[in-house]
Nanobody
């Protein structure tokens, strides 16, 4: 079955950087559109970024210019590089596989990983 394992979260000061990673198995990774979403307590899961198999990228407005998503099809991995982090970026970040529809809608993703906590202190 499809498995997604995230890593790389942690505590960072505002303005700092973190690089998350997601390792995927059980799917044809080279043709999958991979995405990242985040969630804070009491809020709905929010789309953050996505990357197609050809390297086309998509970002929510609040992270444009600060986050960069990339992938390595040979390793079945996807990497969001997060820079200029803000306290409002604090959330649990999840890797997921895009299913269909609006790529900016977190409800259109399946096979969620367990998530990795990112905490940005002010």
């Amino acid at each position: 079955q499809v498995q997604l394992v995230e890593s790389g979260g942690g505590l960072v000061q505002a303005g700092g950087s973190l690089r998350l990673s997601c390792t995927a198995s059980g799917l044809i990774f080279s043709t999958a559109i991979m995405g990242w979403c985040r969630q804070t307590p009491g809020k709905e899961r929010e789309f953050v970024s996505a990357v197609t198999w050809t390297g086309d990228t998509f970002y929510t407005d609040s992270v444009k210019g600060r986050f960069t998503i990339s992938r390595d099809n040979a390793k079945n991995m996807v990497y969001p590089q997060m820079s200029s982090l803000k306290p409002e970026d604090t959330a649990v970040y999840f890797c997921a596989v895009f299913r269909s529809g609006d790529i900016y809608n977190s409800r259109n993703y399946d096979y969620w990983g367990q998530g990795t906590q990112v905490t940005v202190s002010s």
